[in-house]
């Protein structure tokens, strides 16, 4: 499990294993690959997953995001801090931006619009 990784190795060890999941996800077609909110912190991670894809940042009010379980973002103020860091990148990483304020069908029928509006499926 991925706390027990950063626990036991390192945060440096867990994104080297991501980029390798990255790689090779990357490789599939007419598949959803969900990444972790770090994906973004490697630039190499970009074109492995944008060869076959489009990439949707999903942007959910802080307020509805869970921190338990999560390694990196234990308590609201360490969710912040990371937003702060991250939220530049995934704008920069992303074809597009979808708002997710709670509810998921809106999220998802947008996203699908927008795919079939610029893919050739």
Do not use: W
């Not at 080297?16 to 490789?27: C, N």
């Not at 912190?41 to 970009?46: G, R, T, V």
């Not at 990483?93 to 998921?104: L, M, P, Y």
């Amino acid at each position: 499990k991925i706390p027990q990784i950063f626990e036991q190795y390192s945060e440096a060890h867990f994104r080297s294993l991501e980029h390798k999941a990255v790689i090779d996800a990357g490789k599939q077609n007419s598949a959803i690959i969900a990444t972790g909110g770090g994906v973004v912190l490697n630039p190499k991670n970009y074109m492995p997953l944008c060869q076959n894809a489009r990439i949707y940042y999903i942007e959910r009010p802080l307020s509805l995001l869970r921190t338990e379980g999560r390694p990196l973002s234990k308590s609201y103020d360490a969710l912040k801090k990371m937003y702060s860091k991250r939220n530049g990148l995934y704008k920069n990483f992303c074809d597009k931006c979808i708002s997710n304020t709670g509810n998921i069908d809106s999220a998802v029928q947008s996203i699908i619009e927008d795919f079939y509006e610029n893919t050739s499926y």
